[in-house]
């Protein structure tokens, strides 16, 4: 991590801070990871919109199975 982090507070629902423990459990990471790994995702899918490209999730035999919407 830099040496010039910004320390955030952030208030979240029990639902979503259990949606966090859930993911880092599943990453074998921490909250603060699985938050820095969406916002890259996020990024991406900004700068992909921006470009006129959709997201989506491609399955093993490289078919679309799913388009992510509203991001």
């Not at 910004?6 to 859930?22: A, G, T, W, Y």
């Not at 880092?24 to 790994?37: C, G, M, N, Q, T």
């Not at 996020?42 to 093993?60: F, T, Y």
């Amino acid at each position: 991590m830099n040496s010039r982090s910004i320390r955030l507070s952030l208030d979240v629902s029990p639902e979503l801070n259990k949606v966090l423990d859930d993911m880092a459990l599943k990453i074998h990471s921490s909250k603060s990871e699985v938050l820095r790994k969406s916002i890259a995702l996020m990024e991406v899918a900004v700068q992909e919109k921006e470009k006129g490209n959709h997201l989506g999730i491609v399955g093993k035999d490289q078919k679309l199975v799913k388009e992510i919407v509203g991001l």
